[in-house]
């Protein structure tokens, strides 16, 4: 993969502006591994899927705090539930 032209300029005293090169390659480098595990053809696609996939595991992570906070009622029969008759 080509290194991406950096476009913060080295010259306006930024402690940061120093490695931006060096940033911006890391960024693009990052971009392009995100596209091709995605699977997706367009950056825009692979933020909206990568969003979708941090939504999820956040909501997952929520359903895990749940665990062992749930009282069950022991007369519940859900095989009673499932039949098709």
């Given at each position: ?42 950056k ?7 969003l979708?996939e ?32």
């Amino acid at each position: 993969m080509a290194r991406a032209p950096c476009r913060a300029p080295a010259a306006t005293g930024h402690p940061l502006a120093r490695g931006a090169e060096k940033l911006c390659w890391c960024r693009s480098a990052r971009r392009g591994d995100a596209l091709q595990v995605s699977g997706e053809r367009t950056k825009a696609a692979a933020v909206t899927q990568a969003l979708r996939e941090f939504i999820a595991r956040r909501r997952q992570k929520g359903v895990l705090e749940l665990a062992g906070k749930l009282e069950w009622d022991p007369g519940y029969d859900y095989k009673k539930d499932r039949s098709r008759t």
